[in-house]
C-alpha cells in the first residue's frame, strides 16, 4: 500500500522560507517513480506547483520559479519542496502526490496535472501572512 506523508507546513511571514517533506513508501517499482507538490487554496482548485522524476528533470508552475526548489534525498524515500520568498498567496493546503510507471507524456502541462498521479498525502498547511 502506497503511503505519502507530508511534513514540515507552519505559519510564516511574507518573505519567509518553509521545507516540505514527503515521506513515500509502498512504490512497487523503483524505475518511474514521479512525485509531486500541490496546492490548493482556500475555495479554490487543487493546482500543480512543482514535480520530479525522480534523479531526473524537475518541472514548476510559473508562479513558483525561482521561489521553490522540489529534491529527492539519496534513500529517493523523501521529496523536499523548499519554498523561500513566501507570499500571501502561497497560502494554501499542500499535498505531495506520486505515481510509478511512465505518465501519458513529459512536460509541464502533464506532471502539474492532478489526473496524473494516483497516490495522494493528507496534505499540510501552509500560511503566509503580511
Known amino acids: 500500500q502506497v503511503q505519502l506523508v507530508e511534513s514540515g507546513g507552519g505559519s510564516v511571514q511574507t518573505g519567509g522560507s518553509l521545507r516540505l517533506s514527503c515521506a513515500a513508501s509502498?512504490?512497487?517499482?523503483?524505475?518511474?517513480?514521479?512525485v509531486g507538490w500541490f496546492r490548493q487554496p482556500p475555495g479554490k482548485d487543487r493546482e500543480g506547483v512543482a514535480a520530479?522524476?525522480?534523479?531526473?528533470?524537475?518541472y514548476y508552475a510559473d508562479s513558483v520559479k525561482g521561489r521553490f526548489t522540489i529534491s529527492q534525498d539519496n534513500t529517493k524515500n523523501t521529496v523536499f519542496l523548499q519554498m523561500n520568498s513566501l507570499k500571501p498567496e502561497d497560502t494554501a493546503l499542500y499535498f505531495c502526490?506520486?505515481?510509478?510507471?511512465?505518465?501519458?507524456?513529459?512536460?509541464?502541462?502533464?506532471?502539474?496535472?492532478?489526473?496524473?498521479?494516483?497516490?495522494w498525502g493528507q496534505g499540510t498547511q501552509v500560511t503566509v501572512s503580511s
Open positions: 509502498g512504490l512497487t517499482s523503483s524505475r518511474n517513480i514521479i
Open positions: 502526490a506520486a505515481r510509478s510507471g511512465p505518465p501519458s507524456g513529459w512536460n509541464s502541462w502533464i506532471m502539474l496535472s492532478h489526473t496524473t498521479y494516483p497516490h
Open positions: 520530479m522524476y525522480l534523479g531526473g528533470a524537475t
